[in-house]
């Protein structure tokens, strides 16, 4: 998944001004108690950070 169409499903899920907040803020046990944008920036793809977004975050299937 390419980082464009991750930020595009965030701001799909979260809305555009909630998105960002979220990823800089919420600390995800799955995530090795790492942030969205530290998972990134520390080489987490982004598919597999979607996925954990959606576990944690209960995102419905047809948004996945």
Request: contains cysteine; negative net charge.
């Amino acid at each position: 998944m390419r980082l464009t169409v991750f930020w595009q499903r965030m701001d799909e899920h979260f809305g555009a001004g909630y998105a960002e907040t979220f990823a800089c803020d919420h600390v995800m046990a799955e995530l090795g108690g790492r942030t969205v944008q530290q998972a990134l920036a520390d080489g987490w793809d982004a598919k597999d950070v979607w996925r954990v977004v959606c576990l944690v975050m209960n995102v419905p299937q047809e948004m996945r």
